[in-house]
């Protein structure tokens, strides 16, 4: 067996066995994570995205849902262009307390979630 066929063996055991971790969870985020088929690795990086995000509000600097979207893209290029996707993300993370803030900067003035506002 070579090495590129054993790195590609323990990378799809890393898949398998990571989508096993979000079925026990079943959290909606592990749910959302599931169905997008997304990678610990990939999972991960978008977790830097948030902190990265957070940093930005917390310290006044630029920030768009465009520019958040495009480094979500960027980290899952396979479902470029799937708002739905970044936006569900972030959702998840807020409903399981993590970057509540992220998510209220980036989706929070859209009419669909003004539910939230009045919860806070």
Not at 49 to 59: P, T
Not at 95 to 106: K, N
């Amino acid at each position: 067996m070579s090495n590129e066929q054993f790195d590609m063996i323990m990378k799809r055991l890393d898949f398998i066995e990571f989508r096993q971790e979000l079925l026990f969870s079943n959290s909606d985020l592990d749910r959302s994570i599931f169905e997008y088929e997304l990678t610990r690795e990939q999972y991960r990086a978008i977790m830097d995205v948030m902190d990265e995000f957070r940093d930005l509000i917390e310290n006044g600097k630029d920030y768009s849902h465009r520019g958040f979207e495009n480094k979500l893209y960027a980290i899952v290029p396979e479902h470029d262009g799937d708002y739905h996707m970044c936006e569900e993300l972030a959702k998840g993370f807020m409903d399981d307390g993590r970057w509540e803030e992220v998510f209220m900067a980036l989706y929070g003035d859209m009419p669909k979630y003004s539910y939230l506002k009045k919860e806070q």
